[in-house]
């Protein structure tokens, strides 16, 4: 089973940067997509910031030149450097991993796999 354990989380106040990190428990070249999404409570989840097996990127319009999401597959790790953290930013941050598997009877499908979620807080 795979396993995705977040770190980097915290308290920062207002114009502050983290990073977030997510070790994977295996290569991270099995998946096709990785990436960070955010929840906040009685809110669903969003996503973040996403890259793919081949580096492209995308994010959402709220992390578009603040948040840079990136990979280490020597060290099977996904990284978020946010900066100019804004109060609206706190939520609870998930790792993300999507690969695709298939069987000797199931036709080819994706997987998606979750940490357990990092705490971010912004203070103003």
């Known amino acids: 089973q795979v396993q995705l354990v977040e770190s980097g989380g915290g308290l920062v106040q207002a114009g502050g940067s983290l990073r977030l990190s997510c070790a994977a428990s295996?290569?991270?070249?099995?998946?096709?997509?990785m990436g960070w999404y955010r929840q906040v409570p009685g809110k669903q989840r969003e996503t973040v910031a996403l890259i793919t097996s081949r580096g492209s990127t995308n994010y959402a319009d709220s992390a578009e030149g603040r948040f840079t999401i990136s990979r280490d597959p020597a060290k099977n790790m996904v990284y978020l450097q946010m900066t100019s953290l804004k109060p609206e930013d706190t939520a609870v941050y998930y790792c993300?991993?999507?690969?695709?598997?298939?069987?000797?009877?199931?036709?080819?499908?994706?997987?998606?796999?979750w940490g357990q979620g990092t705490q971010v807080t912004v203070s103003s």
């Open positions: 993300y991993a999507q690969e695709w598997k298939a069987g000797p009877s199931d036709p080819p499908h994706p997987v998606d796999y």
């Open positions: 295996e290569s991270i070249w099995s998946f096709n997509d």
